[in-house]
């Protein structure tokens, strides 16, 4: 459909937009009988591929039952069901905690805000409210997911209507922001954390949030073992939550439920979104820990927050549906073996002299794209190079998700490549065709 012939308020006005009409597994069909292989997810969100029978079903038969009951008068099983079974995935702490469920990951990290501010006045400490972030992440669009965000493009409009609780360096090796290299470094970009915590605005922070790997801002950035466990210990000292946003990383992208069960740390909370009901139904949650839902249930007993569409029965019900359909399937652990199989189509990909790495962790990979190796040099902004990477892989029928600013917020071209955990041996060779073609042919012209 032309931009001119749509009703829709578009992502992009001077863009059109073809129809989307079915999915089938890792493949979108467009009105126009197009058929394009899905190597992003969308955006990191269809873990279990498109079109799966079992979660529509599942929806209807809840939808059918009772669509709909407001939280403050009822529970619902599918709900109930859900948040038991996440908790049952995260870590030990959470054994006995609580689930928030929201309609996407903005809301749930909104949710975290205020629940980390209310579990600190709940705990007699009212001073506390700041949520310290890192500089390079992105934790949603709303004004609160976004003033702990650090994206600088996506930010930069609103800069007037956030509130500034302080950012701390990103963890990003490939461009590190001290000049140092793992191990050496002794990575002292977590440090980052401990001196802004010693100084005198200290006393009024509540938590600390972070995505254990980096998405759409960084391009699939990993941290170095000993990172994760070290912001963690430092949290702890300092007395303010840990929130793992793991809205991109959770429900199995990087091969386990979540990313930060890699590192053997307790998060107080944990966010889902994006693969928790793999696009089926807007949903997201918080997982939180039994310590903190022990400090509402024994404080004021309720969270001054709420949402008309929380804990949604039809999106609960299809998270139970993904949830089955992962667990039957093996799913998560199918993440590692087929990620490796992308990998391996990849390899010679860094040899190329204008791709300077392939980053990420199980099915959540990043292509940096540099202009000079030796210097790791980005392009100029404007040959938009991601962008035109992402238009030849589109040309061969692959759809990739493109971003600038991986270097300093403006500069740093990256393709993030998150395709469902389904994808095929015969589709993961054809995303790596496409993208080796597509690297030289825009590389040559
Ligand atoms: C790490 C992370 N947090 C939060 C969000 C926001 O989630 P949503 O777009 O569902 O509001 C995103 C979305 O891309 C994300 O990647």
Redesign the pocket.
């Given at each position: 459909m032309t931009a001119n012939s749509s009703a829709l308020f578009p992502r992009n006005f001077k863009k059109s937009f073809p129809i989307a009409v079915r999915g089938e597994g890792s493949w979108i069909i467009s009105s126009d009988g197009q058929k394009y292989l899905d190597a992003s997810g969308q955006?990191a969100v269809v873990n279990i591929g498109h079109g799966v029978k079992e979660v529509s079903e599942a929806m209807a038969v809840q939808a059918s039952q009772i669509a709909f009951a407001h939280t403050t008068q009822f529970h619902s099983a599918s709900a109930e069901k859900l948040a038991a079974r996440l908790l049952a995935l995260a870590p030990p702490n959470f054994a006995n905690g609580r689930v928030y469920f929201t309609s996407?990951?903005?809301e749930a990290?909104e949710t975290a805000i205020k629940l980390a501010r209310q579990f600190h006045l709940e705990s007699g400490s009212p001073e506390k409210f700041r949520v310290v972030s890192r500089r390079q992440s992105?934790?949603?669009?709303t004004l609160g997911a976004l003033s702990v965000s650090g994206n600088v493009a996506r930010r930069a409009p609103y800069q007037p209507l956030l509130a500034e609780w302080g950012h701390i360096a990103p963890c990003f090796c490939y461009h590190c922001p001290f000049g140092k290299t793992f191990p050496s470094c002794n990575v002292a970009c977590a440090d980052e954390l401990e001196s802004l915590l010693s100084n005198i605005e200290a006393a009024s922070v509540s938590a600390f949030i972070f995505?254990p790997v980096v998405?759409?801002t960084l391009g699939a950035a990993a941290p170095p073992d000993g990172y994760v466990q070290r912001i963690t210990e430092i949290c702890r000292k300092h007395g303010i939550l840990l929130i793992a946003?793991e809205?991109?990383t959770g429900m199995g992208r990087t091969g386990k439920p979540f990313a930060v069960q890699r590192w053997n740390v307790e998060p107080d909370l944990i966010l889902v979104?994006?693969g928790v009901a793999s696009g089926y139904a807007p949903l997201?949650a918080v997982l939180i820990s039994s310590r903190v839902a022990d400090v509402f249930a024994k404080g004021s007993g309720s969270f001054q927050h709420g949402f008309t569409y929380q804990a949604h029965p039809v999106s609960t019900a299809a998270g139970n549906a993904v949830l089955d359909y992962l667990e039957e399937h093996q799913l998560f652990g199918r993440v590692p073996l087929i990620a490796n199989e992308l990998r391996a189509g990849l390899a010679s990909l860094p040899l190329h002299p204008n791709v300077g790495e392939i980053r990420g962790l199980g099915l959540l990979l990043g292509i940096e794209f540099i202009k000079n190796k030796t210097a790791r040099e980005p392009f100029p902004r404007d040959e938009s190079i991601a962008e035109k990477i992402r238009q030849a892989c589109l040309a061969r029928g692959v759809l990739t998700y493109p971003a600038q600013g991986c270097v300093d917020g403006v500069l740093g071209d990256h393709l993030l490549l998150a395709p469902p955990f389904t994808v095929s041996t015969e589709e993961v060779a054809i995303i790596s065709s496409a993208i080796h073609h597509s690297v030289a042919q825009v590389f040559s012209s």
């Open positions: 955006a996407g990951g903005s990290t992105y934790h949603g669009s995505e998405g759409a946003d809205i991109m979104g994006k997201g």
